[in-house]
Nanobody
Framework: QVQLVESGGGLVQAGGSLRVSCAAS????????MGWFRQAPGKEREFVAG????????SYADSVKGRFTISRDNAKNTMYLEMNSLKPEDTAVYYC???????????????????WGQGTQVTVSS
């Protein structure tokens, strides 16, 4: 079982930066593919970025490429999402998610993630 807790959301002006974190409990973090998703009001949950166990495989949604950076620190059981050049359309609740241990492959499909955090709100003002 993995429990995930996001933190670091907030209000930022367009063009600004923010870093959100995801702290994981349990022994399987280092062997779990992790991902960030977001959901804006009235919209479906969408993939933002994903990272493999040892950070060798990383994937981004086209909408955030070049602006967002995903990373993880397995020693700290923590994943990060560094967000730069933020736009109002980045406003959403950001969720971290984990696939079950030893399931390989960074996926953009939320149905393939088994554990979810409660989400953290990111609001970008224009």
């Amino acid at each position: 079982q993995v429990q995930l807790v996001e933190s670091g959301g907030g209000l930022v002006q367009a063009g600004g930066s923010l870093r959100v974190s995801c702290a994981a409990s349990g022994r399987t973090f280092s062997t779990s593919v992790m991902g960030w998703f977001r959901q804006a009001p009235g919209k479906e949950r969408e993939f933002v970025a994903g990272i493999s166990w040892r950070s060798r495989s990383i994937s981004y949604a086209d909408s955030v490429k070049g602006r967002f950076t995903i990373s993880r620190d397995n020693a700290k059981n923590t994943m990060y999402l560094e967000m730069n050049s933020l736009k109002p359309e980045d406003t959403a609740v950001y969720y971290c998610a984990a696939r079950s241990a030893f399931i390989a492959g960074v996926s953009g499909n939320p149905l393939e993630y088994d554990y979810w955090g409660q989400g953290t709100q990111v609001t970008v003002s224009s």
